[in-house]
C-alpha cells in the first residue's frame, strides 16, 4: 500500500500476547507494504498482522490495545511513550476504512439484490449460482481480509512470513519480471507447510523456501508462481475457497460480509494436505514463452527423471537460447537467504 510508504521506518517496542492465557512478551513493532510485523528476540518474527483486519480496542486510552479482526485474545500493547506509532497505525486505519466499501450499505446492496433474484424467480438461492454471485460481488479489499485471514491459518503451520527485508526486495522484483502485468500479486516465503506454490484470496501467493534454498537458479521457482498463475487463471481462488466451504458459508458472506473461522480453518487444512492436478502442459508453455522463462528447470524440480514432465522438457521455449535473466547474481544470493538459513 503506497500511501504507508512514509511509516516504513517507524519502529516502537509494545508487549505482545498470543493467547489471554499466555505470558505477554517484548516485541519491536514496524509497519510493511500490507503487514504489521512484530519482531521478538534475537530479530525473530513472531507475528504479522494484516493492516486491513487492525483493530484498535481502547481509543482514547493507554496503554493503547490492538488485536487482529476477529481475534480480540492476540494483543499488542503500546505504551504512552509510544505515541508516534499509535498515531500513524490510527491513521492507517482511517484510510483503510475510508477506502473499503461500507459494510452496511454493501449487505443492503448485496440483500436487495438477493431479494430481488428470489422474487424473479429464486435463481440465486440455487447452490451454484449463490456461489457465483458471491464471487462477482465480493469487493477487491474483501477478498484482500479474507486472503489474510486464511493466510493467518495456514502460519499456524507454515510459520510467519520470512522477514529478510532484502531477501523480499529481491523477491519483489522476481514477481515483477515474471508476472509484470499482475500488478496485484504479493510473493511471500513461508518455511514450510505450503507444497511448491499457493494463490490465496486478495493475490497474495505464498512460496515455499525451499524453492530458493534447494536449487541454483531462480527459475526453478520462476516455474512455480507461472505454473500457480495458470493453475488459478482457469478459476477465481476465492470460488474454489466458497466451493469448498458450501453454500451456507457463501450465504453466510453475502449477508454479514464474513466467513466462519471454522470454514476458513478446513480449507486451509485443504489446501496445505490435498494434491492439487497439474496445469496442462501446453497452457503452462504459453505462459512460460510469455514471460521469457526456461521450462526444463521447473519441470525438472517436478520430476528429477524428466519421464512424466517430458513435453516441459523437450518444448523448452529457451532450448536453444538464453531468456533475459530473471535476477541479478547478488538478488539470487540475498533471496536465498531471505530465510535466514
Given at each position: 500500500?503506497?500511501?504507508?510508504?512514509?511509516?516504513?521506518?517507524?519502529?516502537?517496542?509494545?508487549l505482545?500476547?498470543?493467547?489471554?492465557?499466555?505470558?505477554?512478551?517484548?516485541?519491536t513493532?514496524?509497519?510493511?507494504?500490507?503487514?504489521?510485523?512484530?519482531?521478538?528476540?534475537?530479530?525473530?518474527?513472531?507475528?504479522?498482522w494484516?493492516?486491513?483486519?487492525?483493530?484498535?480496542?481502547?481509543?482514547?486510552?493507554?496503554?493503547?490495545?490492538?488485536?487482529?479482526?476477529?481475534?480480540?485474545?492476540?494483543?499488542?500493547?503500546?505504551?504512552?511513550?509510544?505515541?508516534?506509532?499509535?498515531?500513524?497505525?490510527?491513521?492507517?486505519?482511517?484510510?483503510?476504512?475510508?477506502?473499503?466499501?461500507?459494510?452496511?450499505?454493501?449487505r443492503?446492496?448485496?440483500?436487495?439484490?438477493?431479494?430481488?433474484?428470489?422474487?424473479?424467480?429464486?435463481?440465486?438461492?440455487?447452490?451454484?449460482?449463490?456461489?457465483?454471485?458471491?464471487?462477482?460481488?465480493?469487493?477487491?479489499?474483501?477478498?484482500?481480509?479474507?486472503?489474510?485471514?486464511?493466510?493467518?491459518?495456514?502460519?499456524?503451520?507454515?510459520?510467519?512470513?520470512?522477514?529478510?527485508?532484502?531477501?523480499?526486495?529481491?523477491?519483489?522484483?522476481?514477481?515483477?519480471?515474471?508476472?509484470?502485468?499482475?500488478?496485484?500479486l504479493?510473493l511471500?516465503?513461508?518455511?514450510?507447510?505450503?507444497?511448491?506454490?499457493?494463490?490465496?484470496?486478495?493475490?497474495?501467493?505464498?512460496?515455499?523456501?525451499?524453492?530458493?534454498?534447494?536449487?541454483?537458479?531462480?527459475?526453478?521457482?520462476?516455474?512455480?508462481?507461472?505454473?500457480?498463475?495458470?493453475?488459478?487463471?482457469?478459476?477465481?481462488?476465492?470460488?474454489?475457497?466458497?466451493?469448498?466451504?458450501?453454500?451456507?458459508?457463501a450465504?453466510?458472506?453475502?449477508?454479514?460480509?464474513?466467513?466462519?473461522?471454522?470454514?476458513?480453518?478446513?480449507?486451509?487444512?485443504?489446501?496445505?494436505?490435498?494434491?492439487?492436478?497439474?496445469?496442462?502442459?501446453?497452457?503452462?508453455?504459453?505462459?512460460?514463452?510469455?514471460?521469457?522463462?526456461?521450462s526444463?528447470?521447473?519441470?525438472?524440480a517436478?520430476?528429477?527423471?524428466?519421464?512424466?514432465?517430458?513435453?516441459?522438457?523437450?518444448?523448452?521455449?529457451?532450448?536453444?537460447?538464453?531468456?533475459?535473466?530473471?535476477?541479478?547474481?547478488?538478488?539470487?544470493?540475498?533471496?536465498?537467504?531471505?530465510?535466514?538459513?
Amino acid at each position: 500500500m503506497k500511501q504507508f510508504a512514509e511509516y516504513r521506518q517507524l519502529r516502537a517496542t509494545g508487549l505482545w500476547r498470543e493467547r489471554p492465557d499466555a505470558q505477554r512478551r517484548n516485541v519491536t513493532v514496524s509497519i510493511g507494504e500490507a503487514t504489521l510485523t512484530l519482531t521478538g528476540q534475537n530479530e525473530r518474527v513472531v507475528a504479522h498482522w494484516s493492516l486491513p483486519a487492525l483493530t484498535h480496542a481502547n481509543p482514547g486510552h493507554y496503554p493503547a490495545i490492538f488485536h487482529p479482526d476477529g481475534n480480540p485474545g492476540e494483543t499488542l500493547e503500546l505504551a504512552e511513550d509510544q505515541a508516534e506509532m499509535i498515531g500513524a497505525l490510527n491513521r492507517l486505519c482511517t484510510v483503510i476504512e475510508r477506502s473499503r466499501p461500507h459494510p452496511g450499505r454493501l449487505r443492503m446492496v448485496i440483500l436487495s439484490a438477493v431479494v430481488l433474484a428470489v422474487l424473479v424467480g429464486g435463481v440465486f438461492w440455487l447452490p451454484d449460482a449463490l456461489r457465483r454471485h458471491a464471487v462477482t460481488v465480493v469487493p477487491q479489499a474483501k477478498r484482500a481480509t479474507i486472503g489474510a485471514a486464511l493466510m493467518s491459518e495456514i502460519n499456524r503451520v507454515s510459520g510467519p512470513a520470512c522477514d529478510q527485508r532484502e531477501g523480499q526486495e529481491a523477491l519483489d522484483r522476481l514477481g515483477r519480471r515474471v508476472a509484470a502485468d499482475d500488478k496485484r500479486l504479493r510473493l511471500l516465503v513461508v518455511r514450510e507447510g505450503v507444497k511448491g506454490a499457493l494463490l490465496l484470496p486478495g493475490r497474495v501467493m505464498l512460496l515455499n523456501r525451499t524453492l530458493f534454498e534447494d536449487y541454483e537458479e531462480p527459475d526453478v521457482a520462476a516455474g512455480f508462481i507461472l505454473a500457480e498463475l495458470v493453475r488459478s487463471a482457469s478459476g477465481d481462488p476465492l470460488a474454489a475457497l466458497l466451493d469448498y466451504v458450501g453454500v451456507r458459508s457463501a450465504f453466510q458472506l453475502l449477508t454479514t460480509g464474513d466467513l466462519p473461522r471454522t470454514a476458513l480453518r478446513s480449507y486451509a487444512e485443504h489446501l496445505l494436505t490435498d494434491p492439487r492436478a497439474r496445469p496442462p502442459a501446453p497452457a503452462l508453455l504459453a505462459r512460460f514463452r510469455t514471460a521469457q522463462v526456461r521450462s526444463s528447470p521447473y519441470a525438472f524440480a517436478l520430476d528429477v527423471t524428466g519421464e512424466t514432465v517430458l513435453g516441459l522438457v523437450e518444448a523448452d521455449p529457451f532450448a536453444a537460447e538464453a531468456p533475459p535473466p530473471l535476477l541479478r547474481d547478488f538478488d539470487w544470493l540475498r533471496l536465498q537467504d531471505i530465510c535466514g538459513g
